[in-house]
């Protein structure tokens, strides 16, 4: 078994210009972009050969001899440098997007009502580079990038329309002006025409307050709720309401309202509101209620973290403060023991000591007695 071979052991590649230019052209390669790239057609089949696979033919068809003996590593010096490309594109190709090298602005912005705003780019190079219909702006533009990058055309047909590299459409999140949509790629042919002379349409202003009327989200707040009659009663005359109905009755057979004044005998139906009982008395007494209210327990509010790391360190502090006393006692009385021992201080002296220290008892009393 050969040994392994690590990419330090291999000299570094030297990226000439001629060398570039040939790896970008075995890229273009029909059957290697489509497997770097993708298929370019609905109706391609795609290739099941892995990418690394295509790296390693295009290192050996750049290096022959270094891929005989390294074809990994010769591989993934390829793949280092294809990255490095489309890198470096995405630099270059974001001057064709930014302010002040001819990005959207203000004018190239549009707000659609009930919706996302939606951006448009000033220009849209295809990915063939600029043609007749192509501004002077974005043609000045083109050229300064060509002469920073001269491989830039060619990256610009591999990774133009590729949605991982330049996206189709970006959405970016509420601002103060809405949510907006912006078109990187070119959108469909003739949409954007149609998007942007929307406004343009003639449309005759009373018909547009017509339809903003109708479709107001308050619109129907102040639309009457019963329909009105066409003539309505002259000023002063009085108001007659229709005879009411209640639930059963048959509509065909209801009483006008002169037969309903001649028949003065004939009580009138229930309204809804004397037909309803008043609400139950409710029996709980001020007793219970109170009892109720004195069960209630009120759940101490959740600790935090650091008010529980807190109270562990005071505990600790107040547990060393108690241990420092409790020694220091036992030192003071040793020391006084002594003293006692060898007569400088007389049992009665000892006992107001140890009274002072809170530390006297009746045994002690007996035994210094």
Not at 28 to 47: C, I, M, P, Q, W
Not at 54 to 80: H, N, Q, T
Not at 127 to 136: A, R, S, W
């Amino acid at each position: 078994m050969p040994p392994r071979v690590r990419k330090s052991d291999i000299a570094p590649i030297d990226w000439t210009d001629d060398r570039t230019w040939a790896l970008i052209g075995e890229m273009e390669e029909r059957h290697n972009a489509k497997v770097l790239f993708g298929k370019k057609e609905k109706d391609e089949n795609t290739s099941g050969e892995q990418k690394i696979m295509v790296y390693k033919a295009i290192a050996a068809k750049l290096f022959p001899e270094e891929s005989k003996l390294y074809a990994k590593a010769m591989g993934d010096r390829v793949k280092s440098k294809v990255e490095a490309l489309r890198k470096k594109y995405i630099i270059m190709a974001k001057r064709l997007k930014q302010t002040g090298d001819g990005l959207t602005g203000d004018d190239a912005s549009q707000e659609v009502a009930d919706g996302p705003i939606e951006v448009y780019m000033p220009f849209y190079i295809s990915p063939e580079g600029p043609d007749h219909d192509t501004i002077p702006e974005a043609r000045n533009i083109w050229e300064q990038i060509c002469k920073d990058l001269p491989y830039f055309p060619a990256l610009h047909r591999l990774w133009a329309s590729r949605p991982n590299v330049v996206p189709p459409v970006v959405t970016t999140g509420i601002g103060p002006r809405g949510r907006s949509v912006v078109y990187m790629q070119n959108p469909h042919p003739g949409a954007l025409a149609e998007d942007l002379n929307r406004d343009n349409i003639p449309i005759d202003p009373v018909l547009l307050a017509m339809e903003r009327e109708l479709f107001s989200p308050t619109a129907d707040l102040f639309r009457p709720l019963i329909p009105l009659d066409d003539d309505p009663p002259a000023p002063g005359a009085p108001i007659v309401h229709p005879p009411g109905r209640f639930f059963g009755a048959d509509a065909t057979n209801t009483p006008s309202s002169s037969q309903a004044s001649a028949d003065d005998d004939t009580p009138p139906p229930p309204t809804p509101s004397q037909s309803r009982k008043g609400p139950k008395v409710s029996h709980l007494s001020d007793e219970a209620l109170n009892k109720a209210k004195a069960s209630i327990q009120v759940v101490p509010k959740k600790r935090s973290f650091e008010e529980s790391i807190i109270d562990v360190q005071m505990q600790q502090i107040k547990q060393l403060a108690d241990r420092a006393d409790a020694d220091r006692n036992v030192k003071i009385r040793k020391l006084m023991l002594k003293e006692l021992e060898l007569g400088v201080m007389t049992p009665a002296q000892y006992r107001r000591q140890l009274k002072k220290m809170g530390m006297f008892s009746d045994d002690e009393n007996s035994d210094t007695n």
